[in-house]
């Protein structure tokens, strides 16, 4: 069947960005709870639109996939340097994800975390093995835009942005970015990601990196050509020379893992039945659900 529509949630995006638009400015105390004393100021926003999407897409099929342990990833292992820079999660943003496993338990909301790999991780094997296998359309929900990278005929991701939401295309992508999706994890080597203490290319900021993946597709050729660069990149071949191991581990660091024994079944056939028994979007009680933010 073709004709399916799968929505793959990044929890832990959708999770903090509703705890900190609504914890902005307040202290723990003055957080959200229940009538049993519970944080709920993430959680309600969670389910809000984790609903909401579901409606709005004509989802079938679901999975919200969750960060394993930072220090167990194999980036981590690799590169000790990524995400070093971030602190630990708030307390109440904490309880919030162990009620959040807890009440899309009760909706049998098919959820996953791996350890050694990332939501994205999850997120792009999940989607690579829906297209193709073509099951049908996939709805990739996350405002992390190293995604770009996972969309292709059937698969679009959906952004928040300034209240609304944005839908990103593979066609629409390459409308704006004047390159193919798999690019853009070779524009993201050469920026860098200073949230996941990703270095890039110093000195090569967004007005170069985008153009030279434009004129010379790919890192091995731009570094190929270094020599015979475009005139107008002249003033960025001695960034690029001194800049180009931290771009190539950039790039280890940005590309998103596909293949993940774990997610992905070997047999076609057995990979279908998994999504139709396990993924599968059930009749979810909102009200119940609803019920526990009072």
């Given amino acids: 069947m073709n004709d399916q529509t799968l929505l793959l949630i990044d929890g832990f995006n959708l999770l903090s960005r509703g705890y900190f638009a609504t914890a902005y400015g307040k202290s723990d105390e003055q957080l959200s709870k229940n009538e049993k004393g519970q944080y ?5 926003v969670f389910f809000q639109k984790l609903f909401q999407l579901t409606r709005n897409y004509d989802v079938t099929h679901i999975s919200v996939a969750w960060d394993g342990k930072r220090e167990d990833t194999t980036r981590n292992q690799n590169y000790s340097f990524y995400k070093a820079q971030r602190n ?3 307390k109440p943003l904490i309880e919030q994800y162990h009620l959040t496993v807890e009440l899309l338990d009760k909706l049998d909301v098919h959820q996953i975390a791996v350890p050694g790999f990332e939501a994205d991780d999850i997120i ?4 690579t093995s829906w297209h193709e296998n073509e099951t049908g359309q996939t709805y990739i929900y996350s405002n992390d835009r190293d995604l770009f990278q996972l969309l292709n005929a059937t698969t679009s991701q959906v952004l928040s942005k300034k209240k609304q939401e944005i839908v990103y295309s593979s066609d629409s992508f390459q409308k704006e970015f004047d390159i193919h999706p798999s690019q853009w994890v070779d524009v ?4 860098g990601d200073s949230s996941d203490n990703i270095p890039g290319c110093p000195g090569v900021g967004e007005k170069s990196a985008l153009p030279l993946i ?3 597709g790919n890192l091995k050729q731009v570094f190929k050509n270094i020599e015979e660069l475009d005139p107008a990149f002249n003033r960025y071949k001695k960034k690029l020379r ?6 190539w581990i950039s790039r280890e660091l940005s590309e998103i893992i ?14 279908k039945i998994s999504w139709e028994e396990e993924f599968v979007l059930r009749e979810m009680n909102e009200n119940g659900i609803r ?3 009072r």
Avoid: H, W
């Avoid at 709920?40 to 309600?44: E, M, P, S």
């Avoid at 993201?188 to 920026?191: D, E, I, S, T, W």
């Avoid at 001194?242 to 771009?247: F, L, N, P």
């Avoid at 596909?258 to 997610?263: F, K, L, R, S």
């Fill in 188 to 191: 993201k080597a050469l920026l």
């Fill in 242 to 247: 001194e800049g180009e191991e931290s771009t």
């Fill in 214 to 216: 434009r004129q010379y």
């Fill in 258 to 271: 596909t293949d993940i024994d774990e997610v992905s079944a070997t047999d076609t056939n057995a990979l």
């Fill in 88 to 90: 630990d999660l708030p």
């Fill in 40 to 44: 709920i100021n993430a959680t309600r």
């Fill in 124 to 127: 792009g094997a999940f989607s």
């Fill in 291 to 293: 019920v526990k933010f």
